[in-house]
């Protein structure tokens, strides 16, 4: 029996929705193998601005540092989007990235068999997609130094983009070491024609895997290449490393070719302490409140919170397992439904409930 203890952060719009199927999902595996799951729940992101005035209060910050595991939501909406704000939603989602230490941020991109035809691409080169996103999650430029001040030319802003070689190697290896795990091969991605961050990225990248990972294929993009390969051909790429501006627009872009957000999760790992788990897509302000929300990219999401922070693979695949069930069921919310029948979330969520119960 496993005993895990997990915070559950719903965060803003259709994060509460989704978070709760997440829950029931884990409260029916814990059920199902005997194991004994605890949960608590904190606030993040524009809700907490809201009853707190932080986007992170230091008690949901210590009950995630004693955690086992996070189940996150989303977190901003237009409530908070003001550019001049001191204080805004994503905030609390970095801070609690660099206080857990978590640099490493995986996103697997995988095209399911049948949902090909959702895609906004052509079957053929969508058919076999299986990516694996590893992005570096706590240096590069959203960590720089910023600022603005007076120039010539009027205001002036800047942002850094800093990465240290610590920061590269431990990223490298997470991926090197998920690659041999899959086909053995790995893509870094970069800009070193023009940046000197770049540079000693691609310097260090290769130095790592050449001494550490010799019997690996590896290969290196520029990342203004790689936007055009991830849509002309996608199955060309299994394991793909990347810093953190780069790792964030590329994995969005990746995210369309199975079709939609909604199927896709995301776990985001440090050296040790628990690890962070939550669907790609944002809070959906739009559709919040209304039951619509797909909530598979969530089920996934704790999927891979029992894989990766419990070490539970054969409940992670039971999971997985039912998901690709409900599928090939039939089974859609209304953003895979392609303008055909479509189901709300709690009934997608129950039908998940169903088909891993057993």
């Avoid at 409260?27 to 949960?39: I, L, N, P, W, Y």
């Avoid at 608590?40 to 009950?63: K, V």
């Avoid at 995986?106 to 035809?117: E, F, G, K, N, T």
């Avoid at 290769?206 to 290969?219: G, I, K, P, Q, T």
Wanted: aromatic content about 4%; charged content about 20%; glycine content about 12%.
């Amino acid at each position: 029996m496993t005993t895990a203890r997990i915070v559950l952060l719903p965060g803003d719009g259709i994060g509460p929705e989704i978070v709760s199927v997440g829950q029931s999902v884990l409260e029916v595996v814990a059920q199902r193998f005997d194991h004994e799951f605890s949960f608590e729940t904190g606030i993040i992101g524009g809700c907490a601005i809201d009853q707190s005035g932080t986007p992170l209060p230091e008690e949901t910050l210590a009950a995630c540092c004693s955690s086992d595991a996070i189940l996150l939501g989303a977190v901003g909406g237009p409530k908070w989007d003001d550019p001049s704000a001191a204080t805004r939603p994503e905030q609390g989602l970095l801070t609690l990235r660099k206080e857990l230490g978590l640099f490493a941020n995986l996103r697997p991109i995988s095209a399911h068999p049948q949902l090909v035809d959702a895609s906004p691409l052509k079957r053929e080169i969508i058919e076999g997609v299986d990516i694996l996103f590893v992005r570096e999650l706590t240096g590069g430029i959203y960590f720089g130094e910023s600022g603005r001040r007076e120039s010539s030319g009027g205001e002036a802003a800047f942002s850094e983009m800093v990465y240290q070689q610590d920061e590269i190697e431990r990223v490298v290896r997470l991926a090197a070491e998920a690659a041999r795990g899959r086909s053995g091969k790995l893509t870094s991605v970069d800009k070193a024609n023009v940046l000197e961050v770049s540079r000693l990225w691609r310097q260090v990248a290769e130095r790592v895997v050449r001494e550490e990972y010799a019997d690996l294929e590896y290969d290196v993009v520029l990342v203004d290449a790689m936007a055009m390969h991830l849509i002309s051909r996608p199955t060309d790429f299994d394991v793909v490393v990347t810093g953190n501006m780069f790792g964030d627009i590329l994995t969005d872009e990746g995210s369309m070719l199975p079709g939609s957000l909604g199927l896709l999760p995301s776990a985001s790992l440090g050296e040790s302490g628990p690890g962070l788990y939550e669907p790609i897509h944002g809070s959906a302000p739009d559709i919040a409140g209304q039951g619509i929300a797909n909530p598979l990219a969530t089920v996934l999401a704790a999927a891979m919170l029992l894989r990766h922070s419990l070490g539970l693979e054969t409940e992670a695949v039971a999971v997985e397992a039912a998901v690709a069930g409900v599928l090939d069921a039939g089974h859609r919310t209304a953003d895979i439904a392609a303008g055909g029948p479509a189901i709300g979330t709690a009934e997608m969520g129950q039908l998940v409930l169903d088909a891993l119960a057993g």
